[in-house]
């Protein structure tokens, strides 16, 4: 077990549980109720950083990713709310 600091400044206890894995459905099944009862769970098992509960309300990865990123050349693909900038105008593109 540690503990560390969450984005609100608080400390947190945290582990790495080692359970058998079954089947995917099951797995959802434990981190939904692990969720349900107020235990953080980053899912290592996604390919996004929203489907691992790694995202912010606050989108503070979202602006970090567009302010250092903006052509997202950076792990394509890995923030599915991530819209890269064109080339052309420097919007983001639709």
């Not at 099944?29 to 098992?45: L, S, T, W």
């Not at 509960?53 to 302010?67: C, E, I, S």
Request: charged share 25%; net charge negative.
């Amino acid at each position: 077990m540690e503990f560390w600091k969450n984005g609100e400044g608080q400390m947190i206890p945290g582990a790495i549980p080692l359970v058998y894995y079954t089947t995917e459905e099951r797995l959802n099944e434990m981190i939904d109720f692990c969720r349900e009862i107020g235990v953080f769970v980053a899912n290592p098992h996604v390919n996004n950083v929203e489907g691992g509960g790694r995202y912010r309300a606050d989108n503070v990865q979202l602006l970090a990713k567009q302010r250092y990123d903006p052509k997202g050349l950076l792990n394509p693909g890995k923030m599915a709310t991530f819209e890269p900038e064109t080339a052309a105008t420097g919007a983001a593109a639709k």
